[in-house]
C-alpha cells in the first residue's frame, strides 16, 4: 500500500512541464509535487523514440528514488513515445496528458474536424489521431508539427511578438483552411503562446489545453486508487519541490512567472547515472 | 609518433561543424575526417559550462576510440567554454574555432568596431572579447546573442525566409548602430544563414566565419607537427565517417545539403556511455 503522504512525480523536457504542474496544484493542492525537468536534454521533440524511452526511463528511475507514489508524463512527446513502454516496467500508477486531451477534444467539436499541433515526434507518433479515432471513428484529424514553438517558447523574449504570430500565422494555416472547430495544444510548452494561437485560429475555434484535463485525470486516479493525500491541514499549504539536470537559475526564473508557488528550492541533478 | 594516416575528430552539438568540416576537406582533401554530431542533446548554446565540459569529455573518449591523431572542437560553444579544460587532459593537439575568428575579425577591421553574434553561453563566455582585446587592446567589441538562430537553422525550411530575416532584423539592430564594420559568426550554424545576415547588415560590414581560418590552423598544425596524411594518391578521394548521438537519417540529409561527399555511412552511437 502506497503512503498517502508521498508525493507525485511530474516531469517534462523542460519548462512546459509547469503548465500542468500549475493545474495539479489548482485542482489538488493537497498533494506535494516532485518536478523534473530535463533541461540539459530540451527539446526532446525532434528526438527519436529510442532516444526519449531511454531518457524517461531514467527520468523515472530518479523519481522512484524520491518516493513517488504516481507519475504523470507532462510532456506530449514522451507521452506518445514511451508511455506505453514504461507503464509496463512500473508498479505504481503513471498517466500521459494526450488521453486527456484527446477526450476533451472529441467533446468540444462540433463539426468533427479537430486539428492538433505539437513537436515532430508526437505528430509522426500518430498517437493522437489514434486515440480520438478510437473515442469517434467519424472524427477528421489534422495534425501538424511546429518545431519553432518550443524554442520560441524557451527564448522567453518572444512570447507576445509579431514574430511569433507570423510564425503562428504559417503553421496555422492549413489548418484554418481545413476549417477545424477545435485545436489541441498537444505540446506542453503550447498554453504559454495560448493567445497568439487564438488570435490567428479566430474565436470560433475551441483550444484545448490537456493540462487541465489531466489533472482532473489525476485526482480521479489518487480517489481510485485510495492513496491520495488527506493529512493536509485546512489553511496550510503544500512545498514542492523542482530538480533539473541543468541551468537552475534560469529555469527558476521561467518558474516563478509560471507558478504559484516558491521555486528556491531547484537542485541540479547528474540525471545520465540513473 | 602518431600515425600520419589517422583520421581527425571534428565535433559539433549537431549539424552546424559540417561547415567546419566542408572547409577542411576543401583545404586539406588528403585528410580523414571521422565528424561527431550530439544531435540527442543539441542545442549547447543555452547549457551550463560544467554540462558542456562532460558532454565534450564524453566526445572526445570516444573520438579517441576512432584513433584520431587531432581534434577539431567545431562548434564555438564547447570552445569557449570546454577547450581550456579538455587540452590539459589530451596527448593529442586540439583547436577550437575561436582563436581563429578573432584573429581574422581583427585583421579585417578598419573603424576598430568587432561585432560578435553568437550562442548565450559563448557571448556569457566573452571568450571572444578576451582574445580580442589580446590581439589588440584598443578594439571596441560588441557581442549579441541570438538563440533562435540554431533552432532557425535545424528546423531546415526557414533558411531562406522573411520570419528569418525578421528575427535577424530585430538580433542585429543594436550591433548596425554601434557601427560595426566587421561581425564574426561566432556559431558554426551562422554561416548557413550568412545570405540573410548580410542582407541585413549591408555590404559595408565584413562577415568573418571562423571555418576558413580554423581549417588553416589546423593544416598549419599537422605540418608543424609532422602528422599530415602523405599517402593519399594523386586523383583518389578521402572517405569520411559519420557518427550522431540520434536521428541518423535526418542528419544525413541536412548533411547531404551542406557537404561534398556521401554522408551515407552515418552511424548513431550511445554517447552516455563514453
Redesign the interface.
Known amino acids: 500500500m502506497a503512503d498517502r503522504k508521498a508525493p507525485i512525480g511530474v516531469f517534462d523536457s523542460g519548462v512546459g512541464g509547469l503548465t500542468v504542474a500549475r493545474e495539479i496544484m489548482r485542482q489538488i493542492p493537497e498533494e506535494r509535487i516532485v518536478y523534473f525537468g530535463d533541461?540539459?536534454?530540451v527539446p526532446y521533440g525532434?528526438?527519436?523514440r529510442d532516444?526519449i524511452i531511454k531518457y524517461s526511463r531514467q527520468i523515472i528511475r530518479f523519481l522512484k528514488t524520491q518516493g513517488v507514489k504516481a507519475i504523470v508524463v507532462a510532456c506530449n512527446t514522451a507521452s506518445a513515445v514511451a508511455l506505453e513502454d514504461v507503464r509496463k516496467e512500473l508498479d505504481i500508477p503513471i498517466i500521459g496528458v494526450i488521453k486527456a486531451g484527446a477526450r476533451t477534444a472529441a467533446a468540444a467539436t462540433h463539426n468533427g474536424r479537430i486539428g492538433i499541433i505539437a513537436t515532430e515526434t508526437t505528430i509522426n507518433s500518430k498517437v493522437y489521431t489514434h486515440f480520438l479515432e478510437e473515442l469517434n471513428p467519424g472524427l477528421c484529424v489534422i495534425g501538424k508539427a511546429c518545431?519553432?514553438f518550443?524554442?520560441?517558447v524557451?527564448?522567453g523574449t518572444?512570447l507576445k511578438d509579431p514574430?511569433t504570430e507570423?510564425?503562428a500565422s504559417?503553421y496555422l494555416q492549413e489548418l484554418k483552411e481545413k476549417q477545424i472547430d477545435t485545436l489541441i495544444l498537444g505540446c506542453t510548452h503550447y498554453p504559454l503562446i495560448r493567445s497568439t494561437v487564438g488570435r490567428v485560429m479566430g474565436e470560433n475555434v475551441t483550444l484545448v489545453n490537456p493540462a487541465y484535463e489531466t489533472a482532473r485525470e489525476l485526482k480521479a486516479l489518487l480517489i481510485e486508487e485510495g492513496i491520495g493525500n488527506t493529512s493536509l491541514q485546512e489553511g496550510q499549504e503544500q512545498t514542492h519541490t523542482f530538480y533539473v539536470?541543468?541551468?537552475t537559475e534560469?529555469f527558476q526564473q521561467f518558474a516563478e512567472s509560471i507558478l504559484p508557488c516558491s521555486v528556491k528550492d531547484t537542485t541540479q541533478i547528474n540525471i545520465?547515472e540513473y
Chains 1, 2 share one sequence.
Open positions: 533541461t540539459a536534454r525532434s528526438k527519436s532516444t518545431p519553432l518550443v524554442p520560441l524557451e527564448e518572444f514574430i507570423e510564425i504559417r539536470s541543468d541551468a534560469k545520465e
